[in-house]
Protein backbone atom coordinates (compact mmCIF):
# COMPACT_ATOMS: atom_id res chain seq x y z
CA UNK A 1 0.00 0.00 0.00
CA UNK A 2 1.71 3.52 -1.22
CA UNK A 3 1.68 5.68 1.76
CA UNK A 4 2.76 8.66 -0.35
CA UNK A 5 1.34 10.31 -2.79
CA UNK A 6 4.35 12.28 -5.55
CA UNK A 7 3.67 13.77 -9.31
CA UNK A 8 4.69 11.50 -11.72
CA UNK A 9 7.11 14.03 -13.21
CA UNK A 10 8.54 17.76 -13.51
CA UNK A 11 10.54 19.50 -15.18
CA UNK A 12 12.83 22.32 -13.72
CA UNK A 13 15.27 25.35 -15.00
CA UNK A 14 18.88 25.11 -14.15
CA UNK A 15 19.88 27.63 -11.57
CA UNK A 16 16.13 27.68 -10.16
CA UNK A 17 14.73 25.89 -6.89
CA UNK A 18 13.07 22.89 -7.72
CA UNK A 19 10.29 22.37 -5.24
CA UNK A 20 9.01 18.91 -5.61
CA UNK A 21 5.58 17.62 -3.40
CA UNK A 22 4.85 14.74 -1.48
CA UNK A 23 1.77 13.87 0.33
CA UNK A 24 1.59 11.84 3.18
CA UNK A 25 -2.18 12.06 4.54
CA UNK A 26 -1.95 8.78 7.06
CA UNK A 27 1.74 9.31 8.18
CA UNK A 28 1.56 8.06 11.74
CA UNK A 29 3.63 10.07 15.02
CA UNK A 30 6.46 8.03 14.83
CA UNK A 31 7.13 7.84 11.08
CA UNK A 32 9.77 10.11 9.49
CA UNK A 33 9.82 11.33 5.80
CA UNK A 34 12.77 10.47 4.06
CA UNK A 35 14.08 11.76 0.52
CA UNK A 36 16.13 9.71 -1.86
CA UNK A 37 17.18 10.36 -5.43
CA UNK A 38 18.45 7.79 -8.38
CA UNK A 39 20.38 9.21 -10.74
CA UNK A 40 20.21 7.19 -14.09
CA UNK A 41 22.19 3.78 -13.75
CA UNK A 42 23.57 4.61 -10.04
CA UNK A 43 21.92 3.03 -6.84
CA UNK A 44 19.42 5.52 -4.99
CA UNK A 45 21.05 7.86 -2.73
CA UNK A 46 19.88 9.82 0.66
CA UNK A 47 18.87 13.66 0.79
CA UNK A 48 17.01 14.52 3.56
CA UNK A 49 14.82 13.49 6.58
CA UNK A 50 12.69 14.97 8.99
CA UNK A 51 10.24 14.33 11.52
CA UNK A 52 7.97 17.80 11.93
CA UNK A 53 10.41 20.50 12.04
CA UNK A 54 12.25 21.63 8.56
CA UNK A 55 15.68 20.66 8.11
CA UNK A 56 18.22 21.73 5.97
CA UNK A 57 21.49 20.04 4.74
CA UNK A 58 24.24 20.59 2.06
CA UNK A 59 21.91 19.36 -0.82
CA UNK A 60 18.33 20.25 -0.09
CA UNK A 61 15.95 21.46 2.34
CA UNK A 62 12.74 19.86 4.04
CA UNK A 63 9.72 21.74 5.09
CA UNK A 64 6.76 19.31 6.42
CA UNK A 65 3.02 21.17 6.95
CA UNK A 66 1.84 21.21 10.79
CA UNK A 67 -0.43 18.54 10.35
CA UNK A 68 2.49 16.48 8.72
CA UNK A 69 0.12 15.53 6.09
CA UNK A 70 2.46 17.03 3.20
CA UNK A 71 5.92 17.71 2.42
CA UNK A 72 8.52 19.73 -0.11
CA UNK A 73 11.31 19.09 -0.88
CA UNK A 74 13.36 21.77 -2.20
CA UNK A 75 16.94 21.73 -4.46
CA UNK A 76 17.63 25.34 -4.17
CA UNK A 77 19.64 25.84 -7.08
CA UNK A 78 18.93 23.23 -9.41
CA UNK A 79 21.62 21.94 -11.68
CA UNK A 80 21.61 19.43 -14.43
CA UNK A 81 22.95 17.02 -12.29
CA UNK A 82 20.50 16.85 -10.44
CA UNK A 83 18.22 15.66 -12.80
CA UNK A 84 16.93 12.10 -11.42
CA UNK A 85 13.79 10.22 -10.56
CA UNK A 86 13.34 11.60 -6.24
CA UNK A 87 11.33 9.56 -3.85
CA UNK A 88 10.04 10.60 -0.75
CA UNK A 89 9.12 7.66 1.58
CA UNK A 90 7.63 7.15 4.80
CA UNK A 91 9.42 5.04 7.58
CA UNK A 92 9.70 4.85 11.90
CA UNK A 93 12.65 4.53 13.32
CA UNK A 94 12.30 0.94 13.91
CA UNK A 95 11.44 -0.16 10.72
CA UNK A 96 13.88 -0.66 8.30
CA UNK A 97 11.98 -1.44 5.23
CA UNK A 98 12.05 1.55 2.24
CA UNK A 99 9.51 1.32 0.65
CA UNK A 100 9.78 2.59 -2.85
CA UNK A 101 6.93 3.88 -4.74
CA UNK A 102 7.40 5.18 -8.25
CA UNK A 103 8.55 8.59 -7.80
CA UNK A 104 8.66 11.74 -9.10
CA UNK A 105 11.26 11.97 -12.45
CA UNK A 106 12.80 15.71 -12.37
CA UNK A 107 14.42 16.79 -15.51
CA UNK A 108 16.46 19.47 -15.10
CA UNK A 109 16.86 21.82 -18.29
CA UNK A 110 19.25 24.33 -19.36
CA UNK B 1 35.34 7.48 2.05
CA UNK B 2 34.47 3.83 0.38
CA UNK B 3 31.09 3.39 -0.09
CA UNK B 4 28.93 0.11 -0.60
CA UNK B 5 30.47 -1.91 -3.07
CA UNK B 6 28.79 -4.27 -5.15
CA UNK B 7 30.29 -6.73 -7.86
CA UNK B 8 30.01 -7.64 -10.56
CA UNK B 9 28.69 -4.28 -12.08
CA UNK B 10 27.10 -6.58 -15.00
CA UNK B 11 26.28 -9.90 -14.95
CA UNK B 12 25.14 -12.00 -18.02
CA UNK B 13 24.46 -15.49 -18.16
CA UNK B 14 22.48 -17.97 -19.48
CA UNK B 15 19.24 -19.59 -17.59
CA UNK B 16 19.93 -22.81 -15.41
CA UNK B 17 22.91 -21.02 -14.50
CA UNK B 18 24.25 -20.19 -10.82
CA UNK B 19 24.66 -16.14 -10.37
CA UNK B 20 26.11 -15.21 -7.36
CA UNK B 21 26.46 -11.52 -6.66
CA UNK B 22 28.55 -10.20 -3.73
CA UNK B 23 28.32 -6.81 -1.70
CA UNK B 24 30.77 -5.24 0.76
CA UNK B 25 28.77 -2.94 3.17
CA UNK B 26 30.07 0.45 4.38
CA UNK B 27 32.83 -0.66 7.27
CA UNK B 28 30.65 0.05 10.71
CA UNK B 29 27.19 -0.75 9.63
CA UNK B 30 25.11 -2.75 11.55
CA UNK B 31 22.67 -3.43 8.87
CA UNK B 32 22.87 -4.62 5.36
CA UNK B 33 20.12 -5.24 2.93
CA UNK B 34 19.19 -6.47 -0.69
CA UNK B 35 17.12 -4.99 -3.31
CA UNK B 36 15.67 -5.55 -6.59
CA UNK B 37 14.93 -3.41 -9.41
CA UNK B 38 12.83 -4.01 -12.35
CA UNK B 39 10.13 -2.07 -14.61
CA UNK B 40 7.60 -3.61 -13.20
CA UNK B 41 8.29 -3.73 -9.65
CA UNK B 42 10.31 -1.18 -9.12
CA UNK B 43 12.89 -1.11 -6.11
CA UNK B 44 11.51 -3.66 -3.39
CA UNK B 45 13.13 -5.23 -0.49
CA UNK B 46 14.31 -9.21 -0.45
CA UNK B 47 16.11 -9.48 2.89
CA UNK B 48 18.01 -7.43 5.72
CA UNK B 49 20.66 -8.81 7.80
CA UNK B 50 21.41 -7.35 11.05
CA UNK B 51 24.76 -8.01 13.08
CA UNK B 52 25.36 -11.14 9.84
CA UNK B 53 22.06 -12.48 11.11
CA UNK B 54 18.77 -12.50 8.71
CA UNK B 55 16.50 -10.90 10.29
CA UNK B 56 13.23 -10.59 7.00
CA UNK B 57 13.36 -12.37 4.40
CA UNK B 58 10.11 -12.07 3.22
CA UNK B 59 10.78 -10.06 0.05
CA UNK B 60 12.76 -13.34 -1.34
CA UNK B 61 10.80 -14.40 -4.36
CA UNK B 62 11.33 -18.25 -4.11
CA UNK B 63 13.24 -21.12 -2.64
CA UNK B 64 15.80 -20.45 -5.73
CA UNK B 65 17.19 -17.19 -4.16
CA UNK B 66 19.62 -16.83 -0.56
CA UNK B 67 21.42 -14.72 0.48
CA UNK B 68 24.19 -15.27 3.33
CA UNK B 69 26.62 -12.79 5.45
CA UNK B 70 29.29 -15.02 6.59
CA UNK B 71 31.15 -11.77 8.11
CA UNK B 72 30.42 -7.98 8.97
CA UNK B 73 32.38 -7.11 5.60
CA UNK B 74 30.65 -9.62 3.16
CA UNK B 75 27.32 -10.56 2.16
CA UNK B 76 26.00 -12.68 -1.24
CA UNK B 77 22.83 -13.15 -2.83
CA UNK B 78 22.83 -16.18 -4.59
CA UNK B 79 20.34 -17.57 -7.74
CA UNK B 80 20.15 -21.17 -8.45
CA UNK B 81 18.72 -22.09 -10.87
CA UNK B 82 18.61 -18.67 -12.71
CA UNK B 83 15.79 -17.96 -14.70
CA UNK B 84 14.64 -15.19 -17.61
CA UNK B 85 12.81 -13.24 -15.61
CA UNK B 86 14.89 -12.76 -12.34
CA UNK B 87 16.63 -10.35 -14.81
CA UNK B 88 17.03 -6.92 -12.86
CA UNK B 89 19.25 -4.77 -10.88
CA UNK B 90 19.97 -6.03 -7.46
CA UNK B 91 20.97 -3.28 -5.04
CA UNK B 92 23.05 -3.78 -2.04
CA UNK B 93 22.83 -1.07 0.95
CA UNK B 94 24.16 -0.58 4.58
CA UNK B 95 23.15 1.19 7.84
CA UNK B 96 24.46 1.88 11.41
CA UNK B 97 21.01 1.29 13.05
CA UNK B 98 18.29 3.16 11.87
CA UNK B 99 20.35 5.44 10.16
CA UNK B 100 19.94 6.10 6.48
CA UNK B 101 20.87 3.51 4.42
CA UNK B 102 23.57 3.86 1.77
CA UNK B 103 23.45 2.04 -1.26
CA UNK B 104 25.80 0.80 -3.63
CA UNK B 105 25.52 1.20 -7.74
CA UNK B 106 23.82 -2.34 -8.04
CA UNK B 107 24.62 -5.38 -10.48
CA UNK B 108 22.66 -5.52 -13.31
CA UNK B 109 21.69 -9.02 -14.22
CA UNK B 110 20.63 -10.11 -17.30
CA UNK B 111 19.41 -13.81 -17.36
CA UNK B 112 19.35 -14.93 -21.64
Not at chain 1, 10 to 18: I, K, S, T, V
Not at chain 2, 38 to 52: A, D, K, Q, S
Request: some cysteine; charged content about 20%.
Amino acid sequence: DAKTTQPPSMDCAEGRAANLPCNHSTISGNEYVYWYRQIHSQGPQYIIHGLKNNETNEMASLIITEDRKSSTLILPHATLRDTAVYYCIVRSQNDYKLSFGAGTTVTVRA
Amino acid sequence: DAGVIQSPRHEVTEMGQEVTLRCKPISGHDYLFWYRQTMMRGLELLIYFNNNVPIDDSGMPEDRFSAKMPNASFSTLKIQPSEPRDSAVYFCASSLGPQPQHFGDGTRLSIL
